[in-house]
C-alpha cells in the first residue's frame, strides 16, 4: 500500500472524509453516489460498510459487483475496500468458500455478481452496496432481486456507488423520492491520486462527452452526430437470447502488439429468425488492451470454442493475411474469414446502425464499454472504436454479407 494511502487509511474517517463520501442526514432508503473515475467513491461504500457491520452485530450486508472477481479484488479486498479500511481488530476474514466476509462480533457481508442475478435468491439483508451500478451486465433483473431481498430490520437501507451512464434504471432510481443521490467529480478527490493521472489521462479525455461521463460523473444522454442513442441501445436491450442459427467471433486486431497496445476488439454475436424478421443479438464483448498478436489469437480462439461458434471473422487492413496466420497457429481446425476495410469506419457503421434502428439488432444484457463508444462515436476526431468496429463485423457478416439462411433450432450452451 502506498505511504500516502497508508497515512489516509490511518486518520479518523468521520473527521477527514470529503462531503460527498460522508452519509447524507435525512430520511432515504438509497444513497446514490454518482462520481467520476478515483471520486473516492469505492472508499465511501467501504467504510459505510464497516461502520454498518459494527453497528448492526449481527446483521446480513449484501455487495453487488459487476463480477464476483469485482466483488473480491475492488469492494473487500481492494486498497479502498473493506478489510483495507478496518481498523487492526476489526478486519473481516474472507471465506472465498462461501464468498462471504465474517466480522469478529459477527456481522456477516455476501458478495454477489451482477452476471449471477438469480444467485441473490433465497437470500435477506438489513442493507448492501452495489458498486459500479451502471454496468452491470444483468441490471434490471439484479436490482429486482437486490430489492426483494432487502427485507430485514426496522429500515433496511443501501449505498450505490457509480460512474453514472444514461441507463434508463439509474435515471428512475434518481427519481425515486426515497433516493438521496450525491455527485463528485474527479477532481473532488485530486489530493488522493496520481498528478500524472490528471497530466496524461485525464487530459485526454477533458472537454469531450466521454470526459463529462467518467471524469465529472455526469449523465451524458447524446452526443451530437452519433449514430447510437441511449434510447436505441436501451430498447435493444434483452435478457437472453433464442435458439440462435449461427454464431461468429468478430475481431478487429490492434496495429501493434504488447502491453502498450491498443484494445483487441473482440465480439460474439449470433443470428435468428424472430418470426419471419431475422434478428441478430450480440452475446459477448471479450475485448482487451494489452495483448500481443497470440495473445489476441488465443482469446478469441477461446470465444470461437466458448460459444460453440460457426467462424471467426478477422479484419485484416493492419498486418494483411497475417492476422488469420496467427488464429492458425492457435487453432488450425477453426474457419477464419478475413474481412478488408476499403470505406472509413462511419460508413461501416451506418447500415448496423439503420438495423438497430429497426429492431433488428438486440443486446443481451449490457456491455458497457462497447455502449460507450457506440454512443459517443462520430467519426471525427474520435478514438478508434475497436470494440465498435469488431461489432460491426459481426453484425455486417450475420446480416448484410449474405442471403438469410434457413431458420434452425441452434441454441446456446
Not at 93 to 113: C, K
Not at 114 to 124: F, H, L, M, N, T
Not at 258 to 280: F, L, M, P, Q, R
Amino acid at each position: 500500500m502506498k505511504e500516502y494511502h497508508r497515512a489516509h487509511y490511518d486518520k479518523d474517517w468521520d473527521a477527514n472524509a470529503l462531503d460527498h463520501q460522508k452519509e447524507p442526514d435525512g430520511d432515504w432508503t438509497t444513497w446514490l453516489l454518482l462520481g467520476g473515475r478515483g471520486a473516492g467513491k469505492t472508499r465511501a461504500g467501504a467504510e459505510w460498510v464497516r461502520q454498518i457491520a459494527n453497528d448492526n452485530k449481527g446483521g446480513a450486508i449484501a455487495l453487488v459487483a459487476e463480477t464476483y472477481a469485482d466483488a473480491r479484488e475492488v469492494m473487500i479486498e481492494g486498497p479502498s475496500g473493506i478489510r483495507a479500511v478496518s481498523p487492526s481488530g476489526e478486519v473481516p476474514q474472507y471465506e472465498a468458500s462461501r464468498r462471504r466476509l465474517v466480522w469478529p462480533d459477527g456481522a456477516v457481508a455476501y458478495a454477489f455478481s451482477a452476471e449471477d442475478p438469480d444467485g441473490i435468491r433465497g437470500y435477506q439483508f438489513t442493507n448492501a452496496w452495489s458498486d459500479e451500478f451502471a454496468k452491470w451486465r444483468y441490471a434490471e433483473e439484479t436490482w429486482s432481486n437486490l430489492q426483494l431481498a432487502l427485507r430485514l430490520g426496522e429500515k433496511p437501507r443501501q449505498i450505490v456507488t457509480t460512474t453514472p451512464r444514461p441507463m434508463a434504471l439509474l435515471k428512475r432510481l434518481i427519481a425515486s423520492p426515497t433516493t438521496e443521490t450525491v455527485r463528485a467529480s474527479t477532481y473532488d478527490n485530486r489530493a488522493h491520486l496520481s498528478e500524472a493521472f490528471f497530466t496524461e489521462i485525464a487530459a485526454l479525455y477533458e472537454g469531450t462527452a466521454l470526459g463529462r461521463q467518467e471524469l465529472m460523473g455526469e449523465i451524458v444522454d447524446d452526443v451530437a452526430g452519433a449514430l447510437w442513442t441511449w434510447n436505441l441501445i436501451e430498447a435493444s436491450r434483452i435478457s437472453a437470447a433464442p435458439p440462435l442459427d449461427r454464431i461468429v467471433v468478430a475481431v478487429d486486431p490492434p496495429a501493434t502488439g504488447g502491453e502498450n497496445a491498443d484494445e483487441c476488439g473482440i465480439v460474439i454475436a449470433g443470428v435468428a429468425y424472430c418470426g419471419d424478421v431475422k434478428t441478430a443479438f450480440v452475446l459477448a464483448d471479450w475485448s482487451a488492451a494489452g495483448l500481443s498478436p497470440q495473445q489476441w489469437a488465443s482469446r478469441t480462439a477461446a470465444a470461437y470454442h466458448e460459444f460453440s461458434a460457426d467462424r471467426i471473422v478477422v479484419e485484416v487492413n493492419q498486418g494483411g493475411d497475417m492476422a488469420k496466420a496467427v488464429i492458425a497457429q492457435v487453432d488450425s481446425q477453426a474457419p477464419v474469414r478475413g474481412v478488408h476495410a476499403t470505406r472509413g469506419k462511419k460508413l461501416r457503421a451506418e447500415p448496423v446502425a439503420a438495423l438497430y434502428e429497426q429492431g433488428r439488432v438486440r443486446h443481451v444484457g449490457a456491455f458497457s464499454k462497447l455502449e460507450d463508444q457506440m454512443t459517443t462515436f462520430t467519426g471525427e476526431g474520435s478514438k478508434s472504436p475497436d470494440r465498435l468496429d469488431a461489432l460491426v463485423w459481426a453484425i455486417t457478416d450475420l446480416m448484410l454479407s449474405k442471403p438469410a439462411p434457413k431458420p434452425g433450432v441452434r441454441k446456446l450452451n
